[in-house]
């Protein structure tokens, strides 16, 4: 029989597969972190102590309160940006898996007024439009890093109702329906940004219309096809895929 424990148990397996599958794709490098709601507690998210991404183990995972408190007293060292997570939780009560990244290939449209639009068919979860956040805007001269609640709070309304948020000068945060899909567009949206920086060179580029980004977006994120990406990213980087069940 499944206890409650188990669930948890499973889906902070899946959570530190997330942590792996980003760093070996190149996602995240000694920064950047993966969280999800805690499958029990609605306003809680699972997320690692400051730690490399790759280096994150089931021990290293820590419950937190949506304005970025640790739930439990003494616990390690958080990440200063755990208040991007909690930002869009908060804000969204759809998201369940929430990735922060400073990937190299989206930092120029974050700077610069080419808006970055799907252009590969694996990455039309990141829809239509990508909103760019400046820090600025509302809180001036800062070290660019979201480091207390209202800065979370003001990314996420940035994020608005989308998948992806630019951040100016600084990366990127994405949210997912699921933990999969997160991953899924958090893998695809640097592959993205690469293509189209290319393409721009060669001359005009045409863009996924917003007709074929809706109807890629009817794909069920537990289907078959979904895992087996998942089965294949966890594989690359020498980890047990779980269950597809949880995901
Ligand atoms: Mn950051």
């Known amino acids: 029989m499944t206890t409650p424990n188990d669930k948890l148990e499973r889906s902070i397996h899946l959570l530190v597969a997330a942590n792996r599958i980003l760093a070996n794709e190149g996602v995240v490098d000694a920064y950047g972190h993966v969280s999800i709601r805690h499958p029990h507690h609605h306003d809680q998210f699972l997320l690692s102590r400051s730690l490399s991404p790759e280096l994150v183990t089931a021990q290293d995972i820590f419950a937190y309160h949506l304005d970025g408190r640790a ?3 003494n616990s390690p060292n958080p990440y200063l940006e755990r208040f991007i997570h909690g930002g869009v939780y908060k804000n969204r009560p759809d998201i369940q898996a929430v ?3 400073h990937a190299d290939s989206v930092l120029p449209f974050t700077i610069s007024q ?3 639009k799907p252009v590969i068919h694996t990455a039309s979860d990141m829809g239509v439009e990508v909103p760019v956040w400046d820090i600025q805007d509302h809180f001036g001269d800062t070290n660019l890093l979201v480091t207390n609640e209202d800065q ?3 990314l996420a309304q940035g994020l608005g109702e989308h998948k992806v948020v630019l951040m100016r000068g600084h990366g990127f945060t ?3 329906r699921s933990l999969m899909e997160v991953v899924k567009v958090s893998v695809y949206l640097p592959k993205n940004a ?3 920086m290319d393409a721009l060179r060669l001359g005009p580029v045409k863009a996924l219309t917003a007709g074929e980004v809706e109807i890629r977006s009817k794909v069920d994120p537990k289907s078959p096809q979904m895992w ?3 089965e294949f990213w966890c594989s690359k980087a020498g980890i047990a895929p779980g269950s597809s069940q949880d995901l």
């Open 71 to 73: 739930v439990m007293e």
């Open 99 to 101: 990735v922060h990244s």
């Open 114 to 116: 080419t808006p970055l």
């Open 152 to 154: 979370g709070d003001d």
């Open 174 to 176: 994405a949210a997912g």
């Open 194 to 196: 690469k293509i189209l």
């Open 228 to 230: 087996r990406a998942w």
